[in-house]
């Protein structure tokens, strides 16, 4: 799945600072890079979304935030494509295994055929698949996954 950087380094301060920190400013950068992964034909861009006892702690959804703004630079609508079925726990802090059966997601409204998916970290990757698979069962035919950073 294509990402900007690694998740380590200075990757993973950007996103620890973005994510646990509320550094919004490099905000703008980040989604120029997720941008330029992004191919022809997008329709719209969507997120996979965080848990809510996240969302509700930090005050946002890194992604989402990532994905809305990556949408203005494409000219394209940003819309809120998945909603993530409650009980799932967040992938951080798991191991790889659980982090293999990954979050769970259902396909929301009218899905458009080609969408560009956001997510900010990519371990396993099982995020981005789950996502991916709700939104074909949603009716996109082509979906496009990117990440600001993935674990090397």
């Known amino acids: ?24 400013g490099v905000i703008g950068l980040v989604a120029d890079g997720l941008a330029r992964l992004a191919p022809a034909g997008v329709q719209a861009v969507t ?30 609508p940003a819309r809120r494509l998945l909603v993530r079925r409650a009980g799932d726990s967040p992938q951080t802090g798991q191991g790889r295994d659980a982090r293999l059966v990954g979050p769970s997601f259902v396909a929301v409204g009218l899905v458009p055929g080609r969408v560009l998916v956001v997510d900010d970290i990519v371990t396993t ?14 009716g996109a035919h082509r979906v496009w996954p990117v990440a600001v950073a993935a674990t090397p």
């Open 1 to 24: 799945m294509p990402a900007l950087v690694a998740y380590q380094g200075v990757g993973r301060a950007v996103m620890a600072n973005l994510k646990y920190r509320g550094a919004r």
């Open 125 to 138: 990757g099982a995020t981005l698949a789950a996502a991916c698979t709700a939104l074909r069962v949603g």
């Open 47 to 76: 997120w996979a979304p965080t848990s809510a006892g996240r969302r509700q702690r930090r005050g946002f959804d890194q992604a989402e935030l990532l994905a809305r703004a990556v949408a203005r630079r494409l000219g394209v």
